[in-house]
């Protein structure tokens, strides 16, 4: 993933990864609205695209090593990077959806798990542990703390529920690109790894499997499953430590106005 040093951003920066972030935001509600059943993946890739063109921005992960698309969506026993394509979305899926946007100069990087209509009790279970790993792992993200405290509450977190996290895959620094130094791995120990200190961006992105923990490739060399086929989960924000807090420079506000429109059900903080 990421390498090299770690490239610290000033306020001004943080604010235009900020605005990126709400852009982002906006692009994964439009998102939202459309992920009924009956919708394909690929339409959903087509929305988010011409939405961030018409604002002035580029998909961060398009042409990014091959990728082709604006949007990873990954169905189910998918973990991260599903390709968009001719798959028509059914009741009871639950598809994640990783987007990123590039405009003046930086990036911005965000995820989040829909559900597809009613999905199964256990399921919504799994996605409200993998938000809250998420909004936990965000809080450790302090001057003063190390990238293993981010890690360890993510880890402690979802394995005291029974659930597992995936170690292949990594949160990452996130600058004037997309992957940068340090890595964020979502298991390991407090008080190890790199320091956090001020102007530090990180993308801090739980992937949650309701069985275990392995993953696979599958063979169109980009889809991460679960090798046990049980559903997976993955939300991302992208955060800075400003004022030696957390500072999130992305944002589930428009995701969650679609959200409670649709469903009219509390959605979790
Ligand atoms: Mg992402
Ligand atoms: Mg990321």
Known sequence: MGKGPIVYKSLSELQIIQQNGDLLGRVLAEVAKR?????KTIDLDTIAYEYILDHGAKPSFKGLYGCPSTLLTSVNE???HGLPNDTVLKEGDIVSVDCGVFKDGFHADSAYT????EIKPETQ???DATLQSLLLGVAQVRAGNRVGDVSNVIQTYVESLGYSVVRELVGHGVGAKLHESPD?????KRGIGPLLQEGVVIAVEPMVNLGR???VTERDNWTI???DRKVSAHYEHTVAVHDGKPMVLTTFKFIEEVLKTTYGEAIVH
């Open 225 to 227: 499953r679960t090798v």
């Open 184 to 188: 964020v791995p979502n298991f390991g």
């Open 114 to 117: 829909f559900a597809v209509g």
């Open 125 to 127: 279970a799994l996605m």
């Open 78 to 80: 998918a973990v991260v």
């Open 213 to 215: 923990r392995n993953v």
């Open 35 to 39: 992920m009924v059943p009956g919708v």
